[in-house]
């Protein structure tokens, strides 16, 4: 099976989305995800000016050289960039494989692990009070699994208290906009969520939450040893990970669990993180990490330390990414969670799809291939509009921080 064209689809549907079109010579078409948060058109331009020239006429059953000649080929190796492009051409692909053998394809990986992918949900809101409703709300949705993030008193803007309530969109601005942050009020806080998070909603729901990588390593320990009473699900990016012999840190100072990964592009970013088993959960997912055949690589590496998945999936990812993801976690025998941050009903039209919710878990559906569609027509009502996301300054003197 030759593939005869390939295109790049750059829609924005209430956001910004990438997606790759495969063809080929026996009629089938596969899509992927190329959606980087901020970076949508540095994608867009690797793969129209430097991959998709590369592949035509190759035979698109080649899933795995195709991934090693666009790897190994760049010389450039690694990367968000690189390797969302790669993702993308990898989803395409096993999309294709799965339609021409006419298996959803989560049965082309191993078949079904478990009967659903248990799901996590995001409650928000401006403080301790409408953030537990939040969490409650989530509950009666039928969520098992639920992230908690509310904003800071004295603090103007936070990250993951958003605009909207069943989904979140960070890229906020056409330039990046600038949050405040404060270390020590964000460290008095964010017990006394917990501690009134737990208290409304008992212990038969898994609560979760993300750091967002705004603490030192010491101050990381001090958090997660302050939220062990709460029995969090995981405490999430609690550090910048490009040091990650910072986690032992952690490690040595708290049993909260611990989630990373979801900017994470290979193997090699987590190789350490997992071999000497600093972290619990591994958040990379298909879109950024090089597609299911990279993932598939991390996960068994993981599962042999006992690291279970919990791939990212934020609304920044696209429909496409959540069905391909969501049958790698129907296979994967380690995993953990999944995040589930919904779409708008504009993004939902643009991307059909076969994937579904149901009382906190979610199933991938039987159609061929990852059972996401796009509606070119549809998409090309909503052109690309840039957005940046938040930067984050030190409140007290206006360092660049992390945000
Ligand atoms: C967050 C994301 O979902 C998460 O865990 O870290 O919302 C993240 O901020 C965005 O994906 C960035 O584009
Ligand atoms: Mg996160």
Redesign the pocket.
Known sequence: MKITNARVIVCSPGRNFVTLKIETDEGLTGIGDATL??RELSVASYLTDHVIPCLIGRDAHQIEDIWQFLYKGAYWRRGPVTMSAIAAVDIALWDIKAKAAGLPLYQLLGGASRTGVMVYG?ANGRDIAETTDEVLRYAELGYKAI?AQSGVPGLDKV??VGRGRLF?E??DADLPSEHDWSTEKYLDHTPKLFDAVRSAIGWDHHLLH?V?HRLTPIEAARLGKSLEPYRLFWM??ATPAENQEAFRLIRQHTVTPLAVG??FNTIWDCKDLISQQLIDYI?ATVVHAGGITHLRRIADFAAMYQVRTGC??????SPVCMGAALHFDLWVPNFGVQ?Y?RHTDETDAVFPHAYSFDRGFMHPGEAPGHGVDIDEAMAARYPYQRAY?PVNRQQHDGTLWS?
């Not at 990212?312 to 990812?317: E, I, K, N």
Request: charged share 30%.
């Open positions: 948060n901020g995001h992230r990250y993951g979140y960070p890229a993300d967002h999430e990016d979801e900017i958040r990212h999936g934020a609304t920044d990812l995040e941050m996301l945000w």
